[in-house]
């Protein structure tokens, strides 16, 4: 009970005194232009019935008062008080008014924004300054600055906001395709002029349209939209496929691939600004050096890559023939050199699936062909599947344990030709 005491005391000391202004009048509803400021900049559309009321959390007098550029040279001015709540009319523009009783409430400015809105007469694109990765519009414009007092007198300016609006494109991954986005992004003034800056010029050919949002706010129409900008630049993505799963005897690594391995390459840029595709499949050598060993044109092209090496798969996208703007990316693919293994037992009609299977395990190998025999020298079994076995069966049986022999041909990464032959054992606890 005590503490519960305690706590209702301390709220009571502690917490702060509820207070509100409220500005009203004008042509609709007043704008209030930075609700963090000191004081708080309320922008009206004219002054007729303007008025400010309080409201405080008890019902003592308010005393109200006006000032030019500091609360030094307030004036004090009536106000009708009703319970808790008090109003002043007759309001100026750029002018500040306060309640002084009770203290600590906060001051409010006072604008008519109605003689004070932007005349926008021009918006253009800087064509002599083209660039890739930048745009610059000017804007053409006449309007008087709006400058507002803090209670200790600081002069501050009023950085009006305004809303530029334009298309470009948004490259969405899951479906692989370029969508339609429209911008609309809020600028200060100091934004604005003397130029607006983008660092992400649209991907498709579009207009601006620059809007003064106070002046929206009340209806007022000031807005403006360019010609039509001619887009220049590209942005590329890319993706690519193998025409094969490798197998679960092939050697590979998420870094190192076995060969054969052909790839789909497909190239997505922001068409038709983007109209030029260039691939490059680039070997590097010993020494690091680079050797362009294929080229492409498509947007969509597929390449076999069948011999080892450290590959780059390069690619560029141009928007003119001069290559005035590009846009490029990479793909690295390491092919591994040729391996193969070849087991000397197993276990057929054993234990089921534990090296119930004879495989030649490999990695990177061509034109294969594997042929099992008798010590009779009869041929028993041949694949030419190197990713199949031998589950060790002739004719649906299996056939007994003891020495076998394989004989393994293949290609290697480099086109030459192998050939090796080995023993065989078939393991099994009971024939």
Request: glycine content about 6%; hydrophobic content about 35%; charged content about 20%.
């Amino acid at each position: 009970m005590k503490r519960s005491l305690l706590i209702i005391i301390a709220f009571f000391f502690f917490s702060p005194l509820f207070s509100q202004y409220e500005v009203r009048g004008g042509i609709g509803r007043p704008y209030l232009a930075n609700s963090n400021g000191q004081p708080e900049v309320y922008l009206l559309n004219g002054l007729q019935g303007a008025q400010i009321s309080f409201t405080s959390s008890q019902s003592e007098e308010h005393q109200w008062y006006e000032y030019s550029q500091s609360i030094d040279d307030a004036v004090r001015i009536p106000s009708t008080q009703n319970g808790k709540v008090s109003v002043i009319t007759g309001i100026k523009e750029g002018h500040g008014y306060y309640v002084a009783s009770p203290t600590g409430t906060g001051y409010v400015w006072i604008v008519d924004y109605s003689n004070k809105a932007v005349f926008l007469s021009g918006l253009r694109d800087l064509q002599d300054e083209y660039s890739c990765e930048q745009l610059k519009l000017i804007v053409e414009a006449n309007f008087p600055p709006i400058y507002y007092y803090s209670s200790s007198g600081r002069h501050n300016t009023l950085q009006r906001e305004f809303l530029l609006t334009y298309n470009t494109l948004k490259w969405q991954e899951e479906n692989k395709m370029f969508l339609p986005l429209l911008v609309d992004t809020t600028l200060t003034e100091n934004q604005v002029f003397p130029a607006i800056t983008l660092s992400e010029p649209p991907l498709t050919n579009t207009t601006f349209t620059l809007t003064d949002v106070f002046a929206d706010h009340f209806g007022i129409a000031q807005a403006i939209t360019s010609e039509e900008y001619r887009a220049i630049k590209v942005e590329v993505h890319y993706s690519f496929e193998k025409d094969r799963e490798f197998g679960d005897n092939e050697y590979q690594k998420s870094d190192t691939l076995s060969a054969p391995l052909t790839y789909t390459f497909t190239a997505y840029a922001n068409e038709p600004v983007a109209a030029f595709y260039k691939w490059n499949i680039v070997k590097k050598n010993e020494g690091g050096q680079e050797n362009t060993i294929a080229q492409y044109t498509d947007r969509i092209f597929q390449y076999t890559f069948d011999r080892s090496g450290a590959y780059l798969v390069k690619l560029e996208v141009n928007n003119n023939a001069q290559s005035k703007c590009t846009a490029s990316d990479s793909i690295p693919i390491i092919i591994g050199t040729t391996n193969v293994f070849i087991p000397n037992a197993f276990s057929p009609g054993g234990s089921i699936g534990v090296n119930d299977e004879f495989k030649i395990y490999f990695r990177s190998v061509t034109d294969f062909r594997a042929s099992i025999f008798n010590r009779w020298g009869n041929l028993l079994y041949q694949w030419t599947d190197k990713t199949k076995g031998w589950n060790g069966m002739v004719n649906g049986k299996y056939v007994p344990t003891g020495a076998y022999f394989v004989v393994v041909e293949w290609k290697d990464s480099e086109g030459k030709t192998h050939k090796k032959a080995r023993d065989v054992n078939i393991l099994r606890s009971k024939d």
